[in-house]
């Protein structure tokens, strides 16, 4: 039984469909994600389960993994970020061009998970600015394909001009990113 | 300028004399980058394609366990031996539980040491395909890894039927199972065993006699067991280079030497040995596995230590003395002797050992864990040395580095 | 007397007068061997013909701050896989200086093994090719896993303590 996706609102007729520009832009940035995977420990594991053959996240969209941070939307954080690991992170968050999003994957990721200890960063979100947390320890590959469900939701969704808002400048300057 | 011939790799000059402009150039690979799995970086030094010399960096996901294991009760530190080697997490569980087991002083019973070998030798499987699927990923062969992760999600069910979780199983206790093997694992046990010979044979196939395959592979990365020994390897890439070390067989834990199997070993210690020795190993990692299944003794899952092992739940809301004993097990305030123990299991990577000082208290005094990747992985720039980049990425894949274990 | 026992006896007897104690905790052979000189004593059993001690199999420290002098432990186990024989020496320098020669040239696994017990309790291993920090961050200035340092990061100011049970 497949499930067909909802046309955008817009008026048909004979060979042509008008709609708004940020629907169908919307509806193509979300359905076209391409992933960063940036694994680094037991959660990269679930992630490599998830992009197998059972639970397939390329059906999303993310058939393409980027490792360059240039070609990439989305930057996945999958794994305990140490804080030597920090400024790594940031730069890989910099060089990645707008429109970008990040999925921070697992407990670690979010919150420093099991590790409140003096060398594990406590949540990504200290230093890059995150739009989905997937908790689990590891989240199963049904929770990490929610998580980026609920990206393309926000990427669908999204205003064209979101990126030079004044709150969105403002935003990155809390996380001293320019 | 001469076609480089990989076959003689090891001969070759360090620095090629015919080589265009003769620059040398500092190449970094990592900590994060696609080929190199986990977070590790080098620093190489390359002429070209050449590396001259290379320089590891790592701690870049130190969780420092080791003091973290200071400030918790035994049986909360089962989680924390998960995330060592996260690719097979129930073997450092086991060898957790092993290690304060040989402190008390608990003696368990033939049938909860012979689940314990299923479960371990499932992992070792599992951890040996992901090894040998990204060495094939790495050389470009993808589709060994889509075929074999789709049997590592049945190794996954598995071990969801006894302990809920997936990958960090926090499996067992200290003094037995939780609960006793149910139907549906058995079943799904005696479906895996069927099928999965079959389904690795042909993984086997695709790359072990591949001609492609092996000019690529062999003589990528060599070690001999003198250097090997001297670096203080162990597990498949020791038995690569040529000696039988495994800790099953020399120090037998948990009715190993009721088993009948065999040690495979390598000749020269590069990537193709490596490979072949863990391909064998899931072979005997089967046949342990059928031994143990055919000869499982009856019995309880679990051993007679209320101090140490839970009671059931349906006595602690009946009976006083089950009660204080779950409240004392569960606030930590179980009754480990003062003394230190140095217990050694075969981990996925080799002998994986766990050196516990205790004072008597609720927590350890210390916890040292032995990890095996984080002592082979010093002999990285030696085995690289003289080899091409690309050889380099796929010695670093056949360790079988995990970051993890690395930084700890 | 079995094998062990007899490889046992013979490694004391190789130590000599640098064994200054000598336990068998759940059957591993313990000695406390003197810091100085420790290179030529484990030399000695490495190549003792019939000892073989060619593997060291681990390199760690534990720290006891109630040991006035003798407050750092650097313990080394070896491993004669020719005889599967195990032995645990245990090496004490005080806090103040503690310093001890490094086992690099004898063993090259205790090249980051030393890297990482310097890195966690500050041990000056004299010789050591390359002694700095190897899993924590390059700028940190205290050895964490000294007793007296706290586990979680001390800087930081967002935890509630009504949820952390303080």
């Known amino acids: 039984m497949v499930k067909m996706a909802d046309k955008p609102d817009g008026y048909e007729g004979q060979g042509f469909f008008a709609t708004s520009l940020d629907k169908v832009i919307g509806m193509a940035r979300a359905n076209s994600l391409w992933p960063l995977p940036f694994a680094t420990s037991c959660c990269g594991i679930e992630f490599m389960a998830t992009m197998g053959a059972n639970y397939d996240l390329a059906r999303f969209g993310s058939e393409r993994l980027s490792f360059s941070p240039r070609q990439a939307d989305l930057l996945m954080v999958m794994g305990t970020i140490a804080k030597k690991m920090g400024p790594v992170l940031k730069q890989v968050y910099d060089q990645m061009a707008e429109p970008k999003w990040v999925l921070s994957v697992g407990a670690c990721a979010s919150s420093g998970g099991i590790f409140d200890t003096y060398s594990v960063l406590q949540g990504i979100d200290r230093i890059i600015p995150v739009d989905v947390y997937v908790p689990g320890c590891p989240p199963r590959p049904e929770q990490i394909i929610e998580g980026v469900m609920r990206i393309q939701e926000l990427a669908k969704n999204e205003s064209l001009r979101r990126r030079h808002s004044e709150e969105y400048k403002k935003m990155l300057e809390s996380y001293n990113l320019t | ?408 | ?166």
């Open chain 2, 1 to 408: 300028m001469t076609t480089p011939d990989t076959q003689k790799q090891g001969q070759a000059p360090l620095v090629a004399h015919d080589s265009i402009d003769g620059e040398i150039a500092i190449l970094n690979l990592g900590p994060t980058h696609p080929a190199t799995h986990g977070v590790f970086q080098n620093v190489l030094k390359v002429d070209g394609e050449r590396i001259l010399e290379a320089e590891p960096t790592i701690g870049y996901i130190h969780r420092a366990f080791e003091k973290l294991a200071e400030r918790r009760p035994y049986n909360q530190i089962t989680p924390i031996t998960d995330r060592l080697n996260y690719c097979s997490s129930p073997i450092n569980n086991m060898g957790w539980h092993m290690t304060v087991e040989k402190l008390a002083g608990i003696e368990l019973p033939k049938r909860v040491e012979y689940m314990r070998v299923i479960i371990m030798e499932l992992s070792r499987i599992a951890d040996h395909l992901i090894c040998n699927s990204v060495i094939g990923v790495d050389t470009g062969a993808l589709t060994g890894f889509t075929y074999m992760f789709q049997e590592r999600e049945l190794i996954y069910e598995m071990f969801e039927e006894v302990c809920g979780a997936r990958l960090t199983t926090n499996i067992g206790r200290v003094g037995g199972f939780e609960r006793d093997f149910s139907d549906a694992f058995k079943q799904k046990l005696d479906t895996f065993l069927k099928g999965f010979p079959a389904r690795f044979e042909e993984f086997d196939g695709m790359l072990a006699r591949n001609r492609i395959f092996m000019d690529r592979v062999i003589k990528a990365g060599p070690i001999s067991a003198e250097r090997a020994l001297n670096y203080g390897f162990t597990g498949p890439n020791l038995r690569a280079a040529g000696v039988d070390y495994d800790v099953r067989v020399m120090n037998p834990y948990s009715s190993y030497e009721d088993f009948e199997f065999d040690i495979p070993i390598g000749q020269d210690g590069d990537t193709f040995d490596r490979f072949v020795v863990r391909q064998q190993e899931i072979r005997e990692s089967l046949k342990i596995i059928r031994q143990a299944l055919d000869n499982m003794p009856a019995g309880k899952h679990f051993t007679d230590v209320p101090d140490f092992y839970l009671p059931p739940k349906d006595e602690v809301y009946r009976s006083m003395e089950a009660l204080i004993y779950h409240f004392k097990i569960v606030m930590g305030e179980t009754p480990i002797p003062a003394g230190e123990v140095y217990h050694a299991v075969e981990g996925g990577n080799g002998e994986l050992g766990f050196y516990l000082i205790s004072d008597g208290g609720r927590t350890p005094y210390r916890l040292h864990f032995r990890r095996p990747c984080f002592i082979y992985y010093q002999a990285y720039p030696e085995m690289i040395k003289g080899s091409m980049l690309s050889d380099a990425v796929l010695t670093m894949s056949s360790m079988n580095v995990i970051a993890g274990e690395l930084d700890a």
């Open chain 3, 1 to 166: 007397m079995s094998n062990q026992e007899i490889l046992a006896q013979t490694a004391l007897e190789v130590l000599g007068d640098k064994a200054l104690s000598s336990h068998s905790p759940y059957g591993l052979l313990t000695v406390e061997v003197p810091a100085e000189g420790i290179v030529e004593t484990v030399r000695s059993l490495v190549e003792h013909p019939v000892l073989r001690m060619g593997f060291l199999t681990d390199l760690c420290a534990v720290h006891y701050p109630d040991d006035p002098g003798r407050e750092i432990a650097v313990v080394y186990h070896l491993h004669s896989l020719p005889n599967n024989f195990r032995l645990r020496l245990k090496a004490f320098l005080p806090i103040a200086n503690p310093a001890i020669d490094t086992m690099t040239p004898l063993f090259s696994a205790a090249n980051w093994m030393e890297r990482e017990t310097y890195d966690f309790y500050g041990v000056q291993f004299t010789g050591h090719p390359d002694l700095r920090r190897i899993l924590n961050v390059d700028h940190m200035d205290y050895f964490p896993l000294r007793k007296e340092y706290a586990l979680e990061d001390e800087t930081r100011d967002d935890k509630d303590d009504r949820f952390f049970g303080r």
